[in-house]
């Protein structure tokens, strides 16, 4: 996703010179069009996450769009307070991109997993979050968001699934169906949605039809679609990679409690978080039961 999301950020600076790219010293194979493509809109602050924001949103009040380049956790936690105090209390357009959300760093250690991101950048009023499937839904909510006036986080995964699902849609404040079914309603965000289709085959295998509903904005949350999935599910799972509280399935449970829908009801995210384990990423979904069969496992213990 991070490489479809540069090309397409080449692509817009090409006709929109407000367009400018920082990165915190991260990013290098990656950023590099860019680089040489604009060097006078480039700007590598160092490893110095607080001072990019700060510098990102004196850009901004110049009347220039930055967008923050850096691992996810990176991007959202060491600077916390600068972007609720910069961008986000001054309403400006600073744009977040948080690469690697989940466990995608993997062998870096517990530092590098961005397991509370989604959590904590919701909470800020006025931010928008964004989290897509694949590479083309990444290039399509960058073509739609790319000059909107709020601060927006983006947090994509650091590789594109195999399997391109979204079809290139992307509309803000809406969630996207990719599959129907009656028996269980699966509700996922960004990277995990590809494993949760899988997840969908393995039940469906067994004789259990699921729907699969996208979320790739998380804020403004997409009310009406949710309500709409909710109310005619007869059992709801939720699918992250993220710590359960505050991410996505902390979301469906406020639409929930809010429309107040009484349904079965369970939260499949990050189980051993913070314990500071390293390891590949796909070993890491295992660990904490983010696999398609552990999903699907789940989505049969939910209904029994």
Not at 243 to 266: C, I, N, T, Y
Request: aromatic share 6%; proline share 5%.
């Amino acid at each position: 996703m991070r490489r479809e999301f540069i090309a397409t950020l080449c692509e817009l600076a090409a006709s929109d010179r407000r367009i400018m790219l920082l990165t915190a010293d991260l990013g290098f194979s990656v950023v590099e069009p860019f680089a040489q493509a604009y060097p006078d809109r480039f700007v590598n602050v160092g490893v110095a996450e607080q001072n990019m924001i700060g510098v990102a949103t004196g850009l901004a009040e110049a009347g220039f769009l930055p967008f923050c380049y850096s691992i996810a956790t990176f991007a959202t936690l060491r600077p916390y307070e600068f972007i609720r105090n910069g961008p986000v209390a001054h309403e400006l357009p600073v744009r977040i991109v948080g690469v690697g959300g989940g466990f995608d760093y993997g062998t870096g250690g517990s530092t590098h997993h961005s397991l509370e991101d989604i959590a904590v950048m919701r909470a800020l009023p006025g931010m928008m979050v964004i989290a897509p499937i694949d590479g083309a839904q990444t290039t399509a909510a960058l073509k739609c968001l790319w000059s909107a006036p709020s601060p927006i986080y983006f947090r994509l995964g650091k590789d594109s699934p195999q399997v391109a699902i979204s079809g290139g849609r992307f509309e803000l404040a809406r969630a996207q169906t990719l599959r129907e079914g009656a028996d269980v309603l699966l509700i996922s965000t960004g990277a995990m949605v590809a494993e949760t289709m899988k997840a969908a085959e393995v039940l469906a295998n067994a004789g259990m039809q699921a729907k699969v509903l996208s979320v790739p904005c998380l804020a403004p949350v997409p009310l009406a679609d949710l309500r709409t999935a909710l109310t005619d599910a007869t059992a709801v799972l939720t699918i992250e990679a993220h710590q359960q509280a505050g991410g996505l399935g902390s979301l469906v449970a406020e639409v929930l409690a809010e429309a107040r829908l009484a349904r079965p009801f369970r939260r499949v995210a990050a189980s051993q978080p913070g314990l500071g384990r390293s390891g590949s990423a796909a070993w890491l979904l295992e660990q904490n039961g983010l696999t398609a069969d552990a999903i699907a496992a789940a989505a049969r213990t939910l209904l029994s």
